[in-house]
């Protein structure tokens, strides 16, 4: 059965970072590219970003809102993704999912998210 | 960027209804659009993929249509369990974007 389990999401002021992570199972995790998706509270979905597997050399696309301030990485002997959210504004604050793209080149499963929440 | 519209954005209905919901793409993208239905509190559940291919274990009841800029999901006769928000999602170009949402409820 495929698994994400999101964490480290939490409050964190303005101009802040915080990094999140997601631990997966159930799959061949280094063969997949992973998405971040977001949805802040009471609004719709984000894509945040992606990052590809060994075989496309890892990497990475991210959404405007985010490029140059957020970081996906992931770490295959773990089966592990993370997120380094840096700078972190008001408008980052979300629910945030990590998600397994699979053959189909879209996201097939989703984590149960976790909050980041930016407040001073 | 392109832009996903989801029209209606609310749309009240009734178990047993036939419901169409509709997406449009701001440039072509082909058949590389996906459907998801979320519940409160949940994560989205993928219905649909590459506009009208039932993802494994989604009822028949639901279907896709479409392709270009233009496409529609349609649930030909509404359960309780329906009762959701549905987000389209293209997925042919960087950045990937989801339309706003439309929200099934009860009528």
């Known amino acids: 059965e495929v698994q994400l389990v999101e964490s480290g999401g939490g409050l964190v002021q303005p101009g802040g970072s915080l990094r999140l992570s997601c631990a997966a199972s159930?799959?061949?995790?280094?063969?997949?590219?992973m998405d971040w998706v977001r949805q802040a509270p009471g609004k719709g979905l984000e894509w945040v970003g992606r990052?590809?597997?060994?075989?496309?050399?890892?990497?990475?696309e991210y959404a405007a809102s985010v490029k140059g301030r957020f970081t996906i990485s992931r770490d295959d002997s773990e089966n592990s993704l993370s997120l380094q959210m840096n700078s972190l504004k008001s408008e980052d604050a979300a629910v945030y999912y990590c998600?397994?793209?699979?053959?189909?080149?879209?996201?097939?499963?989703w984590g149960q998210g976790t909050l980041v929440t930016v407040s001073s | 960027d392109i832009q996903m519209t989801q029209s209606p954005s609310t749309l009240s209905a009734s178990v047993g209804d036939r419901v169409t919901i509709t997406c449009r793409a701001s440039q072509s993208i082909s058949s590389w659009l996906a459907w998801y239905q979320q519940k409160p509190g949940k994560a989205p559940k993928l219905l649909i993929y590459k506009a009208s291919t039932l993802e494994s274990g989604v009822p028949s009841r639901f279907s896709g249509s479409g392709s270009g800029t233009e496409f529609t999901l349609t649930i030909s006769s509404l359960q309780p369990d329906d009762f959701a928000t549905y987000y389209c999602q293209q997925y042919d170009l960087y950045p990937l974007t989801f339309g706003g949402g439309t929200k099934v409820e009860i009528k």
């Open positions: 159930g799959f061949t995790f280094s063969d997949h590219y």
């Open positions: 990052i590809r597997n060994k075989a496309n050399s890892y990497t990475t």
């Open positions: 998600t397994r793209v699979g053959v189909k080149r879209l996201p097939d499963y």
